[in-house]
């Protein structure tokens, strides 16, 4: 992600400066760039809350400062940044910066889970979209007016389809097995022609028929209602594209120099 730095002289700033301020100067200088910085934060915070449709809280608070630290004898040095790690989840860093350049989405583990145990990669597509976001005829995804899925499902569904392949490699394809409500089928894509090239398949494509009242849905995973399939997620050919929607260096900048100004008065008394 690309990076920005501001340097600020304090009589630039503000003219000349008398021999009490040049006391005080430090501390002054201090605790201005650390305000402007924690600023910064709560503006880019406005700004996603104003650009995303109903961010998570997590992403809020990704938008973090380190505290000034003396650089050399006469300098002060802070940095604002996105947070770079997840205890559980995706960093925002990796999932905010498509969103701030434009460009191809990131894969998240839910994705790279997918991918690793064969769900996506060659015929079978590159990419699995959640229900409520949908992919122009440009490859861009953008949001829907349908609700958004919640983390918990991602988790369900990968638990879902992976029980769902132990019971395809042990050759239990019965009713009682696939037909519980709320559970996750995985449907491949182009599932009704690949059925003649072995019996796996073929049990496959014939089990998906009797949950969807005798047809074969597009390739993606599905919540098995009483009488049919609800698509969760849609698979597609190529990973999607995003434009460029969120700007973090702008705001934050101009937050910063605003606020390094106005907080070093405060402090000189000016």
Do not use: C
Not at 143 to 163: C, D, H, Q, R, V
Request: no cysteine; glycine share 8%; hydrophobic share 35%.
């Amino acid at each position: 992600m690309a990076t920005s730095s501001i340097t600020f002289n304090p009589e630039e700033l503000i003219g000349k400066i008398n021999e009490l301020e040049k006391v005080l100067l430090p501390r002054a200088a201090y605790q201005a760039l650390n305000k402007s910085v924690f600023d910064a934060t709560q503006r880019l915070k406005s700004e996603a809350k104003r650009r995303f449709t109903n961010p998570v809280p997590f992403t809020l608070k990704s938008f973090l400062y380190s505290k000034p630290k003396q650089i050399g004898n006469d300098q002060l040095e802070a940095t604002v940044f996105i947070r770079d790690d997840a205890p559980k989840g995706n960093a925002p860093t990796d999932y905010l910066t498509p969103q701030i350049s434009g460009g191809t989405v990131w894969r998240t583990r839910f994705q790279r889970r997918l991918k690793a145990r064969g769900f996506l990669g060659g015929s079978q597509g590159q990419y699995m979209v959640p229900g409520h976001l949908a992919v122009n005829s440009s490859n861009q995804i953008y949001k829907t007016e349908k609700k958004k899925l919640s983390p918990g499902e991602y988790t369900k569904a990968l638990w879902g389809i992976s029980g769902f392949e132990d019971l395809r490699l042990s050759g239990k394809y019965g009713r009682k097995n696939y037909r519980t409500a709320g559970s996750y089928v995985f449907v491949p894509d182009e599932l009704d022609s690949m059925a003649e090239w072995s019996d796996e398949l073929a049990a496959r494509a014939s089990m998906v028929r009797s949950l969807n009242k005798g047809k074969i849905p597009p390739a993606g995973i599905y919540q098995v209602m009483k009488s049919s399939l609800r698509q969760k997620f849609f698979m597609i050919d190529n990973v999607p594209t995003v434009g460029r929607k969120f700007d973090f260096l702008e705001p934050a900048k101009d937050e910063v120099e605003k606020s390094f100004r106005e907080h070093l008065l405060k402090n000189l008394k000016r």
